[in-house]
């Protein structure tokens, strides 16, 4: 399983909706980190 989920990260990153991925893992935060010029 961690294998997968490792291969499913590295997808992520690579897709160009890896912008979303953080505000559904991470939280807002991090979303307002991106957000910030």
Not at 1 to 30: E, K
């Amino acid at each position: 399983m961690p294998r997968r989920r490792a291969a499913a990260s590295v997808s992520s990153a690579q897709t160009p909706h890896n912008a979303a991925a953080p505000t559904l893992t991470h939280g807002p935060q991090v979303d307002s980190r991106l957000s910030r010029p």
